[in-house]
């Protein structure tokens, strides 16, 4: 199962904490370049600029006086006179050295002409505020009108897309099954929604209509078929039972009415479960504590009857009295099509129906299913390669329908001549030791 993505309004603002994060970034490392740009570029430039203007005065001038400023000084000995320079300054090489300084940092740059040697010391006790006037506050400003832009754009998006996930939320809560709500009725969005918002809930709108009346009408003649089948089906079951009575009854012909019985039990079995389709989607399902090993006792003896004449056992193995909270006719309709298709496709061997801590297990030694037709057992109306006459295709769909309505999981696992097992998971419900007594009274409470 794929993992959603964040929507679109939490995506926007991690995008806008993520420039802004890139910004202030970018304004860090912008300070410190600054101010490695004036000391190790400006300043030394500016030392060195310094030096050859001295020296190429001193030429014209011999008493050209040395730098100095408030932050700058020259200091000029010669070889055989270094005393003349201050204590830190007396054996320094050609180049720059950086010295420890109480104010921001001190360099000298020293330079040579043929015996005499120029110190330059820069003391760089204004830079910090050089770069606070020159850089930091107009760098601030641009930081403030950066933030502000991205903040209004952030607004200005906000109320753009608000709509649209207004739209999403009230799609994501959409209950089709109700009747005349209006969700998506333009008159209840804001007047200042644009053009295409007010056309995608109109849309929107004519199509929850529209699903609700194809729903409606889908529940009505579901329900309304159901209720006019039964009673032709129990007039048919009825005169099917009569005839079976009758003495003089050739054998061919009870072979007939025997056929078409089952014919007609199968189809009263259909039409039971299409009407439990049209009651769950009207929400009138109701449910109550059914004891699973006594409706699985009850299913076993309805069908016990169909093995008549083939070498097939009938086993029931229980471990525990098992108890759900369900619609005990939802639980029929699953086990009834679970034990029809087991006794329509085992010729021979046995069928083990399995009652577990949280499941129901139908074991066949059948046929088996091949590989390609397992994948599509539940889809409606899919009959398999080896299927046989009497079956209509839609037992696994309804099986399938019906237990995702109450959140079971339903599992088939089949091979080809070996057999097919069919179970249906049931997290929710309560496993006792056998020796318990599950009566109506306790199913009730």
């Keep these: 199962m794929k993992t959603l993505k964040p929507g679109i309004a939490h995506r926007f603002g991690r995008a806008v904490a993520l420039q802004l994060a890139l910004v202030a970034v ?23 600029t310094e030096a050859d ?5 001193r030429i014209q001038n011999p008493d050209f006086d040395l730098p100095d400023t ?47 040697k120029l110190v330059l010391l820069f003391d760089g006790e204004q830079v910090h505020e050089l770069t606070l006037y020159f850089g930091l506050l107009p760098l601030g400003v641009v930081l403030v009108l950066v933030y502000c832009s991205i903040y209004l754009g952030y607004r200005f998006y906000r109320s753009a897309v608000s709509p649209v996930i207004s739209l999403a939320r009230k799609v994501e809560s959409l209950d089709l099954e109700s009747v005349g709500n209006n969700e998506f009725r333009p008159e209840s969005l804001d007047l ?30 579901t329900r309304d078929v159901s209720h006019e089948l039964r009673s032709p089906l129990t007039v ?14 050739a054998r061919p012909a009870k072979n007939s009415v025997h056929r078409i019985k089952r014919a007609a039990d199968d189809m009263k079995s259909l039409v039971e479960a299409f009407l439990l389709l049209a009651r769950e989607s009207d929400g009138s399902l109701t449910t109550e504590p059914v004891n699973v090993n006594d409706l699985l006792a009850e299913e076993a003896e309805r069908f016990r009857p169909l093995l008549a004449g083939k070498p097939v056992e009938l086993n029931i193995k229980t471990n525990c009295q098992l108890e759900v909270n369900a619609p005990s006719k939802v639980l029929s309709v699953i086990i009834s099509n679970f034990l029809g298709n087991a006794v329509m496709y085992t010729d021979q061997g046995a069928i083990d129906l399995i009652i577990d ?22 889809k409606p109306y899919f009959r398999g390669s080896n299927s046989r006459r009497g079956g209509h ?7 399938k329908k019906l237990s995702n309505r109450f959140s079971w999981q339903v599992d088939l696992t089949s091979e080809p001549g070996v057999g097919t097992t069919a179970t249906l998971h049931m997290p929710q419900a309560k496993c006792f030791p056998l020796e318990t007594q599950l009566t109506s009274a306790s199913l009730s409470s």
């Design 192 to 221: 200042s929604t644009d053009r295409e918002i007010i056309t995608l809930a109109k849309a929107l709108d004519r199509l929850t209509k529209r699903v609700r009346e194809f729903i409606a009408r889908e529940r009505d003649f």
């Design 70 to 116: 408030r932050n700058l000084t020259g200091f000029l000995s010669t070889e055989s006179n270094s005393l003349s320079l201050p204590a830190g300054l007396q054996n320094l090489d050609q180049g720059f050295h950086e010295l420890p300084s109480q104010s921001d940092y001190s360099i000298a740059f020293v330079s040579q002409k043929d015996n005499e």
């Design 53 to 57: 203007y001295y020296w190429m005065s």
């Design 26 to 48: 970018a304004a860090v490392l912008g300070t410190w370049g600054a101010g490695w740009v004036m000391k190790e570029i400006l300043v030394k430039q500016a030392l060195e």
């Design 393 to 399: 295709g839609v037992g696994l769909s309804i099986v």
């Design 236 to 249: 048919i079951s009825i005169a099917c039972d009569m005839l079976l009575t009758e003495q003089e009854l």
């Design 357 to 378: 801590t949280d499941r129901l297990v139908v074991q066949d030694s059948g046929i088996g299913m091949e590989i390609d037709d397992k994948g599509q057992a539940f």
